[in-house]
């Protein structure tokens, strides 16, 4: 049987478990009969009230065995438990998996539910469940993959670009010597740059030289500057380290030039500021990177890397952040600048607290689904039970546990628009510097990026919502109450992630405030 998350196998065990706990309870202390002995009340004082003795007993009589008949119905069919589901008959298939999709079964997931969650602290057993609800779940998890396995496969670029933008240089002495080689050969690099009227090659990026790796500034510049101090790792060199009388002292390691120091030529290991740069990327957040950016930009593996070691070192407050804010002042345009910086500050700011919300939701969502589920099958004896096994309640309570299974559908949808709306509207969306912002030619870009931003993490809670409702235009009063619930369970993570995001709006404010 198919569910929709890894954690969803295990409530969903735990949820059916408490269900036969209370339906045994419920059986044999007699409460289960309660409904019976309404019926014959019912219907035996009903028809004595409004009718002759003897056409009342064949009214009382013929309503007896209508209800009888319709009650047993649904305590076989839907409340007794009779169908066994195992702790490994729940499957959990991720679609657009390279290759075949893997599935898990519950104690396999290869997540830490699986040693959380086992099969004693889920009650030890196997539970049973009624026939209905086996065949509802089983037509559910059906439908669910049919629809998400038919939804054409995108590439995951929002996972892509929060990894990436989350790796920082870890290591405090590379740190620190980031911030010495910007000293050392970056700033000295650009000031000749533009002292001397340098042009960049034909083809090449303008922004290229708005950064430490620049490549202009690797072949054509940095092997005409030297560090100013000894660097670990590059041996002394008499043609190049002029400075020392090597028969007063010959120092253990020497002052390479800038562009030894990058490159890492001369280093005793062969391993320059840019590979340890690029060491500090984890290696299976790097290799999807550049395979995901190589296929949407046909940028080569050393680019591609440029770009990752480039939002590494963008990213460093105490490091260098490039020249992105300088403008052509022929070319600007006052009106439209500030409208764009309007604009993006605006939208910056409201997403200072926007953001960690969604993200906070979108990460617990599955999780509520999974809770509200396992509720209702533990609460789902009591609801037969209050409407006298009532028929017509199994339609209803079918509908209830299908829209909110369907959920995850809807999720897969807001995932695929999100993915196709940034690649567009953003096709440079993988270069990742956070001073693009403020790049005259980039400034309307980045204010469609946000947008894109602002409505597809919406649609992730917006969706389901809209879905419930649409149960309710179809008659079946049940969207205002799952989504009521549902939001009550998600405000704790959405205020945590808001709470986590105000000390950045307050930043941000201040800043503004200053300028």
């Not at 569910?3 to 295990?10: D, G, K, P, T």
């Not at 199994?394 to 546990?401: K, N």
């Not at 299974?405 to 897969?412: D, R, S």
Request: net charge positive.
């Amino acid at each position: 049987m198919s569910v929709s998350s890894n954690i969803e196998i295990f409530l969903t065990i735990f949820g059916w478990t408490l269900y036969d706990i209370i339906w045994d309870a419920i059986g044999e202390i007699g409460l289960a009969y309660l409904p019976f002995v309404s019926l014959f009340i019912k219907n035996i004082g009903g028809p004595i009230q409004s009718q002759e003795a003897k056409d009342a007993s064949t009214t009382s009589l013929r309503r007896i065995e209508i209800g009888i008949f319709s009650m047993l119905t649904v305590i076989v069919l839907c409340v007794q438990p009779v169908m066994t589901i195992k702790f490994t008959g729940l499957n959990y298939t991720k679609a657009c998996q390279a290759g075949t999709p893997k599935s898990v079964t519950g104690g396999k997931t290869g997540t830490t539910y699986d040693t959380t969650f086992t099969s004693a602290t889920l009650g030890g057993g196997s539970p049973a469940i009624p026939i209905w609800w086996y065949a509802v779940l089983a037509v559910t998890g059906g439908l669910n993959d049919a629809i998400i396995t038919a939804i054409p496969c995108t590439t995951d670029i929002r996972t892509v670009q929060v990894t990436i933008k989350n790796e920082r240089i870890k290591n405090p002495h590379l740190r620190r010597q980031v911030q010495q080689f910007v000293n050392d050969c970056y700033w000295y690099a650009d000031e000749a740059f533009h002292r001397k009227h340098m042009k960049l090659p034909k083809g090449m990026d303008a922004d290229d030289t708005n950064w430490i790796g620049s490549e202009f500034f690797v072949k054509n510049v940095y092997k005409d500057i030297q560090a100013k101090s000894e660097i670990e790792g590059f041996l002394y060199d008499k043609d190049r380290d002029l400075e020392y009388d090597p028969r007063v002292h010959i120092p253990k390691y020497g002052k390479p030039t800038c562009e030894q120091w990058w490159t890492g030529k001369g280093h005793v290991k062969g391993v320059g500021l840019r590979d340890s740069l690029k060491g500090q990327i984890k290696t299976g957040v790097l290799t999807k990177f550049k395979k995901v950016v190589g296929k949407v930009s046909g940028k080569s593996k050393a680019e591609i890397e440029n770009i990752a070691i480039k939002s590494l070192v963008t990213r460093e407050k105490t490091t260098f952040n490039g020249y992105a804010g300088l403008q052509d002042y022929n070319d600007f345009s006052l009106s439209n600048t500030l409208n764009s910086l309007a604009g993006t500050a605006g939208g910056w700011l409201k997403g200072a607290t926007h953001f960690p919300r969604i993200y906070m939701i979108k990460i617990s969502a599955p999780i509520v689904q999974s809770v509200v589920l396992m509720l209702i099958y533990t609460l789902m004896p009591f609801y037969f039970w209050f409407s006298s096994y009532d028929m017509g309640k199994i339609v209803f309570m079918s509908i209830i546990v299908f829209s909110i299974k369907f959920w995850t559908v809807l999720w897969a949808i807001a995932h695929w628009l999100d993915n196709n709306l940034i690649t567009a509207l953003d096709p440079g969306w993988y270069e990742l510097t956070v001073n693009a912002a403020f790049n005259g030619a980039l400034q309307n870009n980045m204010v469609v990026k946000q947008v894109i931003d602002f409505i597809t993490s919406s649609l992730f809670v917006a969706m389901p919502l809209f879905w419930t409702g649409l149960l309710g235009w179809a008659g079946y009063k049940i969207g205002s109450e799952i989504s009521r619930f549902s939001t009550d369970l998600n405000s704790p993570s959405g205020d945590a992630g808001a709470k986590g995001g105000k000390a950045g709006f307050d930043s941000a404010t201040s800043i503004f405030k200053k300028k």
